[in-house]
């Protein structure tokens, strides 16, 4: 079982910036893909961006690509959004999910942390 707690959220002006924190309690950390997802209101959940075990060729949804970037430590259980230049349309409940790699998907996720940005 793992369990991924989010942190970092909070209220922040249009062209702002915020960082988000996933911590993972398994010591097998390393060997899972992590993803942020993220629901706005009244929308259904939806993918953000991935990060693979070694932090590296991370897949971005379009609608972040430039000003989001992911990364991990796995050193530390944790890995991060960092989010710039953000905007209205960015405002949701960002979830952080592990992937195993066993073909099962995203198995385990957060409790979700809320970003809401001003215009």
């Known amino acids: 079982q793992v369990q991924l707690v989010e942190s970092g959220g909070g209220l922040v002006q249009a062209g702002g910036s915020l960082r988000l924190s996933c911590a993972a309690s398994t010591r097998t950390f390393s060997r899972y893909t992590m993803g942020w997802f993220r629901q706005a209101p009244g929308k259904e959940r939806e993918f953000v961006v991935a990060v693979n075990w070694s932090g590296g060729n991370p897949y971005y949804a379009d609608s972040v690509k430039g000003r989001f970037t992911i990364s991990r430590d796995n050193a530390k259980n944790t890995f991060y959004l960092q989010m710039n230049s953000l905007k209205p349309d960015d405002t949701a409940v960002y979830y952080c999910?592990?992937?195993?790699?066993?073909?099962?998907?995203?198995?385990?996720w957060g409790q979700g942390t809320q970003v809401t940005v001003s215009s």
């Open positions: 999910a592990a992937d195993p790699g066993d073909g099962s998907g995203y198995q385990y």
